[in-house]
């Protein structure tokens, strides 16, 4: 019988923030975070959007969405000249990332811990 290659097996813990008074399900995800993170590095929505292969369209309504059920502005819209996080949109997003990295090398220890 030919020896079949072990696959690495890893955890992938996925982090949502979202609020106790939303009745939305909207919910600052990794795909929000991305978008965040595409606007802090690029300075627009329309840019960060592409290079995520995502409607423009889509991602504003992803947006709007999010600041609507968390009850914070994310982004600050300058028309024709761009975007920026807003500060309550920068904290959230590096808490976000800070806390994603934290659980995921969390999960990533317990797991190899516990398949010896």
Same mark, same amino acid.
């Given at each position: 019988?030919?020896?079949?290659? @072990? ?21 600052? =995800? ?30 504003? +309504?992803?947006? @709007?969405? !999010?600041?609507?059920? /968390? =009850?914070?502005?994310?982004?600050? +819209?300058? =028309? ?11 904290? /959230?997003?590096? !808490?976000? /990332?800070?806390?994603?990295?934290? /659980?995921?090398?969390?999960? +990533?220890?317990?797991?190899?811990? +516990?398949?010896?």
């Amino acid at each position: 019988m030919p020896k079949t290659k @072990k696959a690495t097996m890893m955890p992938i813990v996925r982090l949502a923030i979202m609020s106790e008074d939303s009745n939305s399900n909207s919910q600052f =995800g990794r795909g929000i975070a991305n978008l965040c993170q595409g606007v802090r590095e690029q300075g627009s929505l329309n840019a960060a959007a592409k290079s995520m292969k995502m409607a423009y369209s889509k991602a504003w +309504r992803i947006v @709007k969405d !999010t600041e609507s059920a /968390l =009850g914070i502005q994310l982004l600050d +819209r300058d =028309g024709a000249h761009g975007s920026s996080l807003t500060p309550e949109g920068a904290k /959230l997003l590096d !808490t976000y /990332l800070e806390l994603d990295a934290e /659980l995921q090398e969390f999960a +990533r220890k317990q797991f190899a811990k +516990r398949l010896k």
